[in-house]
């Protein structure tokens, strides 16, 4: 709140409080000697090098102008309906999401290409400004998203951690396959939730194009399909070769990513988009991200080590042990505790930090680590939307022109946070949404 790098203050803090409890004698200093094998251990975890990856993948195709082709061609595609501008910027973000990963990269590009489109075409700021944001966050839940690929790094370590403390001596970890799995079918149910209801809104409030503005009513421009078809082959091609070589077991998520990288150079070569000047952008810009998570994450490995040095989990396992419900009421309580967090810190510094405290003994109490991920994830994606903090709520603060308060884009993401709330409460209540899919194809490669 004042200011500091999370990063930083993470580690400081901790340290701090780490020499305190050495002068005081309530913290052992030896348990600091196992701080250089965490470090060397985050980087070198081979999950983890999915990041970078999946981070050039998308930053190659936000340069290269996919996606904008991609919002253009869609919004032909969808022009006959009313309010199919609107359905075409979510099903822009849901396929910018499956190919990029990237929130800001998203929410920024849809809201240069989209927003004064949809302002001239008679959309309400808030509507336009909700939806743009909305379907930019879709990174967070569809596949390959770099929250499954931290989350799944986190939950596998919760999950031996929670086999180890009941006997098991040969845990299993989680895969981050199965978390890309299980999130098709809560991430699809998302973007036709937000397409219902930016239909919805429409037909209660007919558009009607600004006067005077160069836009047509919708629906009133030749479609040549030709040119939608192939500016959606390309980025449906790299979305099924990277999630099709994860689902079914042909690739590591690390391995789907450098192909995935790999493809993004291809396409971007073939559109001829890319310059010596432009890959060094992209590669700083790689760069810079990467850093950032994990730096983050060694911050938060200082915390949870001297955290743990405290008597900290035994104090969150006794807690949660002793509330009403059991694993129900448990889980209740982190999700509501997720939630308000988001309205304050980024989804990176929630699943460094609190993840590994809660998720073993959520685990213990028999929560399925796949589900549990898949829940966190969308929880997670709030983080985004909720104010004041929600980072897209800022980029497209950012971007957006001076005629847009920031009134109008607080209130038009509160519908999409409550669709996001009523997909938490439907999960919860079927958690065979995220189960199935996975365990069918684990049951089909077992045979």
């Known amino acids: 709140m004042f200011g500091y790098s999370v990063a930083f203050t993470l580690a400081g803090c901790s340290l701090i409080f780490a020499g305190l409890g050495i002068v005081t004698g309530t913290f052992d200093p030896a348990l600091l000697k196992a701080l250089p094998d965490r470090v060397f251990g985050t980087m070198t975890n081979t999950t983890l090098i999915a990041v970078p990856l999946f981070v050039f993948m998308g930053i190659v195709l936000e340069k290269s102008q996919i996606a904008e082709d991609l919002l253009k061609n869609m919004a032909k595609a969808f022009q006959f309906l009313p309010g199919g501008l609107g359905l075409s910027v979510v099903a822009v973000g849901a396929l910018l999401a499956a190919s990029t990963g990237i929130v800001g990269a998203?929410?920024?590009?849809?809201?240069?290409?989209?927003?004064?489109?949809?302002?001239?075409?008679?959309?309400?700021?808030?509507?336009?400004?909700?939806?743009?944001?909305?379907?930019?966050?879709?990174?967070?839940?569809?596949?390959?998203?770099?929250?499954?690929?931290?989350?799944?790094?986190?939950?596998?370590?919760?999950?031996?951690?929670?086999?180890?403390?009941?006997?098991?001596?040969?845990?299993t970890p989680v895969s981050v396959g199965d978390l890309?799995?299980?999130?098709?079918?809560?991430?699809?149910?998302?973007?036709?939730?937000?397409?219902?209801?930016?239909?919805?809104?429409?037909?209660?409030s007919p558009v009607k194009p600004t006067p005077g503005s160069d836009n047509h009513a919708e629906g009133s421009d030749e479609i040549h399909w030709s040119e939608v078809i192939k500016a959606l082959i390309a980025p449906i091609t790299l979305i099924t070769v990277v999630l099709g070589s994860i689902i079914f077991g042909i690739a590591t998520p690390t391995e789907a990513a450098g192909v995935g990288a790999f493809g993004a150079i291809m396409m971007a070569l073939a559109k001829n988009q890319l310059s010596f000047k432009k890959l060094k952008a992209i590669g700083l810009a790689t760069t810079r991200v990467t850093t950032m998570v994990f730096t983050i994450l060694i911050g938060a490995s200082v915390f949870s080590l001297v955290f743990r040095g405290f008597g900290g989990e035994e104090l969150i396992n006794h807690a949660f042990?002793?509330?009403?419900?059991?694993?129900?009421?448990?889980?209740?309580?982190?999700?509501?505790?997720?939630?308000?967090?988001?309205?304050?810190?980024?989804?990176?510094?929630?699943?460094?930090?609190?993840?590994?405290?809660v998720a073993p003994v959520l685990i213990t109490l028999g929560a399925d680590p796949v589900w549990l991920g898949i829940m966190i994830a969308v929880n997670l994606q709030t983080s985004f939307l909720t104010p004041p903090f929600g980072f897209a709520l800022f980029y497209l603060r950012g971007v957006a022109p001076k005629s847009v308060h920031t009134s109008d884009i607080y209130s038009g993401v509160m519908p999409f946070i409550v669709l996001q709330l009523v997909l938490l409460l439907v999960l919860a209540v079927y958690p065979e949404l995220v189960t199935w899919l996975p365990n069918t194809l684990n049951s089909a490669k077992g045979n």
Request: a neutral charge.
């Open 106 to 171: 998203t929410v920024v590009t849809m809201s240069l290409m989209s927003l004064p489109t949809l302002l001239n075409h008679g959309y309400s700021k808030s509507l336009a400004t909700g939806t743009i944001c909305a379907t930019g966050t879709l990174g967070q839940i569809i596949p390959p998203s770099i929250a499954l690929v931290l989350l799944g790094d986190i939950l596998s370590s919760a999950n031996q951690q929670a086999q180890i403390a009941q006997g098991v001596f040969s845990p």
């Open 180 to 204: 890309f799995v299980g999130a098709v079918i809560p991430g699809v149910l998302l973007v036709f939730a937000y397409g219902a209801y930016v239909l919805f809104s429409v037909w209660r």
């Open 321 to 357: 042990q002793s509330l009403p419900g059991g694993l129900l009421g448990a889980t209740v309580l982190v999700m509501v505790a997720i939630f308000l967090l988001g309205f304050i810190l980024d989804f990176i510094e929630i699943t460094f930090v609190v993840i590994p405290l």
